[in-house]
Structure formats: structure tokens, C-alpha cells
């Protein structure tokens, strides 16, 4: 081919030859070659077109022809148009790795400059193909190199979860993470979960409250860019256009969002960024999820804490044993619901201590359970016990201790109780029902009196609604003073064990011990009952008198 070369033209090609392949960098290459063919021709426009990866031939360097421009398509009818007279194909016509056009010529186009051309784009096109091979292999590397630099940063990232369990951490380490990772000026993460504080983390967006979107949360599974289809979740909570949307997500549910805000100087989010942060945002999710769990262990043990704490109160509150009184035959018994339970029984001297002395005798329901309700019932024991020591009339004792815990505890905390006061010597009695059942009283020839009166639950409320009520404990009556776990105990079908039931057990032992009543009853409550389960506390308090 080069046969027709002069000396002159074979040297420049040389010497074109050697400038071609001192440079692996396609641009240069490019350059050297466009700068060649319309030096030699003395052309006015030029340009070079290389066939990418894709198949498709672009434009890569355009001179004098300002309606074609780097980047397009290349198309030999535009480039015609564009002023473009002579067209060389750059390696074989058949399968070219690129174009060279030129125009507006200064001189006549001779076939030996043409055949000068050719040769110099047989050669170049290894050199371009190199050029391009070493393009691809740098930008493989470039792309592992990202690569491993994320995995570096998830990698760190992981490490930095692991050593924290507390969620507000958790979202601090993400943000710094990402707004590290993209130069990001604005970002925003959070979640939330039932039972638990939410999660909020932002810096240049103010989120708000997701709470009303977590279902609309639900359908964000993967990354995305926002969208139109996002405008009323965009404007609700204020998230900037162009954002990143990154759902924190674990296999059940999306527990929240991560928000990344549009890049500085005008960088995109790429595939690769959208796959780092749904790597980022799956770390995070277990995490989260991690301290959530981790606050809900450690609340449960400061919760059986408390419990076994306010147990330890109550059984401290119950008496040890029930002090014997003359001509009286006092049994009592408490069996909680749960752990920590709501009822609390008495036998309290009000001066004298002996057992012929005046004892009252105490049976209450505080309301609620747990740490709360066996630090009231202390509140009450304490009461009744200051009380007891200078005041005799249970009205006083019931306004006072009314007073008392009405203002000292919150309106949802109140005790009913059945307050009576005995005098075993001559077994005169006297009660206030502070909004409590009503005790049973079997007398001994069968008959059943139901004690009761008017009288609100201590600590309810600031009035004093009481009434004494008088009556005669006789040789072989019975009393029966009782919580409301007794007569409203349930069995499968949510009948409920009542009153008449609770007599009938008191008939049926009536001429035996105080305690084998008390067995009876707890006995018949759980025949009843069956598999039912016990929702509420039981206490029963049985009095039987003795003959003079």
C-alpha cells in the first residue's frame, strides 16, 4: 500500500505512527489524528466518530462544525450537511472501529494524500483499539476500586452498629456515613416502631412526623430517585426534589426512611450509589431492630425488677399471722392474679393490743397493680395504723384517709375497702363499706345479711360520703368479708361464681374452723372456674364467733 510513498510522506507517516503510540490516552490519540488529516489536506472542518461499547457510533472530536456537536449519534448524512466532503473509515470498511470526515478543503484532494490517510488509520486503529481496551480496563479498575471503597465504608459502618445499641446512635452513624460517602449537605433518617420512641436524624431537611405515612412507607421496597408519583409524600414532608429515597427495611415491614438530599454540583445518584445505600440502609435495619429489642430486654428486666420489688412490699404488708382474739375464731387468705396483685386484709388493735381489746378488721382493693398499687396499699396500711392510734369512730378514720390519698395520689389510684370495727368481748360491730362488696353475714340459725351502706372508694374523691353502720356478731354467726375476686370469678362460659355460691360454702362448713371455710370457698371458686384463668386477685376474710 505504501509502494507510491515518497520519501517525505513515508517519513511523516513514521513519524505520525510513533506520535499515535506514545499514548494510551484515547483523547490524545484522537487529537493527533484529526490534527494530521486536515493539516495534510489543508480542511477547515473535521471530525472523528468511534464505535462505543454499545454498538453505536459517537462523535468524539468535532472542528468547524458547530451544528454537530461531541456526544451524538454519528451519521454520515448529518455529517454531509454539516459541510462534510471526504469520509475515511478507521481500520476495515467492513467492521471500522470509527470514522474520519473532513471538508471545506483548500487544495484539490489528491489519491496519494488519500492513500497516506488510509495507512495512517490502519494504523491507528489498533492503537485506538488499545486505547479503548486500556479505557475499559481503567474504568473496571476505577469501578472496583468504588467497589471496594464501599465495601470498606459498609464494612466500617457494620463495626460501628455492632458496638452500639441505642437507636438514636444508630441513625447518627448512617447519616455521617452517607453525608461523608456523597458530600451531602442535606439528609435525613428516620423510623419508628410501636412501643417506641421514634428515630429521627436530619440535617437541612425538618421531616417531620412519618408516622401517618408508615403505610404509605410500606410500598417503598427498593431505592429509588423521587418522583412525581411522590409529590404528596415530597411536599408533606418536606423533602427537597431529587432526592434519594432509601427505605429501611427488614423482611416483614419498612420500619422508616432514609432521605439524601440532592448532590452538590450537580452529581447524580448512579446504579451503584442506589445499590451502596440499600446495602447501608439493611445494616441499619438490623440495627435498629437489635436496639429496639434491646430496650424492650431491658425494660422488661427493669419491669420484673419493680415487680419483684413491689411483691416483696406486699408480702412484707400482710400480716405474718392474724392476732387471736377472744371468743374468735379470724382465718384469712390472698391468692394475687399475677405477680404483684391489688388486694390487701388486716387485723389492727386501735389502742390496746390485748385480745379482749377493740380490733379492726380490714379487707381492700386497690385499683391497678404492679409498683403503683403495693405502694398505695402501704400508703393505706400506714394510714389506718397512724389513725387507729386517736380516732375510734370509722368515719373519721374513713374522711381522713380519704382526704389523705386524694391528695396524695394521682385520680386513677383509689382502694375500695370494708372497714370493720369488733369488740370481741361482747362481739358488737360497727362498718363502713368505703365503695366496696358487701360482706355476708350467716347467722347461726342460716338466715344471711348482706352488709352494705353508702360510701365512695378512698381516694376517688375529695367529699366525704360515709355511713356507720351498727350490728351483733352472736355466738355461731359467721362473717365473710371478701374482694371482688371472689364473687365475679368466671368460669369458660363467663358465668360468674356470685354470692349465693359464697353462702352456700359458708353453710356447708359452718361448724368447722375459720380456715376450712376459708379452704371450702377456694376450693369451690376453682371447681367453678375449671380452665378458666384467674383475672382477678381473690381475698377472703372469715370471722366465726364462738359461744360466750
Request: proline share 4%.
Amino acid at each position: 500500500m505504501a509502494t507510491g510513498f515518497d520519501v517525505s510522506r513515508l517519513e511523516a507517516l513514521l513519524e505520525s505512527a510513533k506520535l499515535l503510540q506514545s499514548s494510551l490516552e484515547l483523547d490524545v490519540i484522537l487529537k493527533h489524528l484529526l490534527r494530521t488529516a486536515m493539516g495534510r489536506l489543508l480542511a477547515r472542518r473535521g471530525l472523528i466518530a468511534v464505535e462505543k461499547r454499545d454498538g453505536a457510533m459517537r462523535l468524539e472530536l468535532v472542528r468547524g462544525a458547530s451544528a454537530m456537536a461531541a456526544g451524538s449519534p454519528y451519521s454520515e448524512e448529518t455529517a454531509r450537511q454539516a459541510g462534510m466532503e471526504r469520509f475515511f473509515s478507521i481500520g476495515s470498511e467492513e467492521n471500522p472501529v470509527g470514522m474520519l470526515a473532513v471538508g471545506g478543503l483548500a487544495v484539490e484532494f489528491k489519491a496519494e494524500e488519500g492513500e497516506f490517510l488510509q495507512a495512517l488509520l490502519g494504523l491507528a486503529a489498533s492503537v485506538i483499539s488499545n486505547a479503548q481496551a486500556h479505557d475499559a480496563a481503567r474504568a473496571a479498575n476505577h469501578l472496583l476500586d468504588q467497589r471496594i471503597q464501599e465495601l470498606r465504608a459498609l464494612l466500617d459502618l457494620g463495626r460501628g452498629l455492632a458496638a452500639t445499641l441505642d437507636p438514636d446512635e444508630v441513625a447518627q452513624l448512617v447519616g455521617l456515613t452517607l453525608a461523608g460517602r456523597w458530600a451531602l449537605s442535606k439528609y435525613a433518617i428516620a423510623a419508628a416502631k410501636d412501643g417506641q420512641p421514634a428515630v429521627v436524624r436530619q440535617k437541612g431537611i425538618d421531616l417531620g412526623d412519618i408516622s401517618p405515612f408508615r403505610d404509605r412507607l410500606q410500598e417503598f421496597t427498593e431505592p429509588r430517585l423521587a418522583t412525581a408519583a411522590d409529590k404528596d409524600l415530597l411536599e408533606a414532608l418536606r423533602i427537597p426534589g431529587g432526592s434519594l429515597l432509601i427505605p429501611l427495611r427488614t423482611q416483614e415491614a419498612t420500619l422508616g426512611l432514609i432521605v439524601c438530599g440532592p448532590r452538590m454540583r450537580g452529581m447524580v445518584y448512579r446504579d451503584a450509589d442506589l445499590e451502596f445505600g440499600a446495602g447501608l440502609a439493611a445494616q441499619a435495619a438490623v440495627a435498629l431492630e437489635n436496639a429496639w429489642h434491646f430496650r424492650d430486654t431491658l425494660a422488661r428486666q427493669q419491669l420484673e425488677k419493680e415487680l419483684e420489688l413491689a411483691a416483696t412490699i406486699q408480702r412484707d404488708l400482710f400480716p405474718k399471722s392474724l392476732p387471736p382474739l377472744a371468743g374468735l375464731d379470724i382465718a384469712a387468705r390472698n391468692r394475687q392474679a399475677k405477680q404483684v396483685g391489688g388486694d390487701y386484709y388486716d387485723v389492727l388493735p386501735f389502742s390496746g393490743t390485748s385480745a379482749t381489746d377493740t380490733h379492726l378488721l380490714c379487707v381492700a382493693d386497690i385499683s391497678g397493680k404492679g409498683i403503683s398499687a403495693a405502694l398505695l396499699m402501704s400508703i393505706i396500711q400506714a394510714t389506718l395504723r397512724s389513725l387507729l392510734r386517736r380516732e375510734t369512730s370509722l368515719l373519721e378514720i374513713s374522711g381522713i384517709a380519704n382526704e389523705l390519698l386524694y391528695a396524695t395520689t394521682p385520680s386513677n389510684k383509689f382502694a375500695t375497702a370494708f372497714l370493720n370495727a369488733i369488740d370481741p368481748t361482747s362481739g358488737a360491730c360497727r362498718f363502713v363499706n368505703c365503695g366496696h362488696n358487701a360482706a355476708v353475714l350467716l347467722r347461726a340459725d342460716n338466715s344471711v345479711e348482706m352488709l352494705d351502706g353508702p360510701g365512695l372508694a378512698l381516694g376517688q374523691f375529695p367529699m366525704k360520703l360515709f355511713k356507720e353502720v351498727s350490728f351483733q356478731l352472736n355466738p355461731g354467726d359467721i362473717l365473710a368479708i371478701y374482694s371482688d375476686g371472689v364473687s365475679e370469678a368466671q368460669n369458660v362460659m363467663e358465668d360468674e361464681f356470685g354470692t349465693d355460691r359464697l353462702t352456700e360454702c359458708l353453710r356447708a362448713k359452718a361448724s368447722e374452723p375459720a380456715s376450712a371455710i376459708v379452704q371450702n370457698v377456694f376450693d369451690a371458686i376453682d371447681a367453678f372456674a375449671g380452665d378458666a384463668p384467674q383475672f382477678d386477685d381473690i381475698t377472703l376474710m372469715i370471722v366465726k364467733r364462738g359461744p360466750c
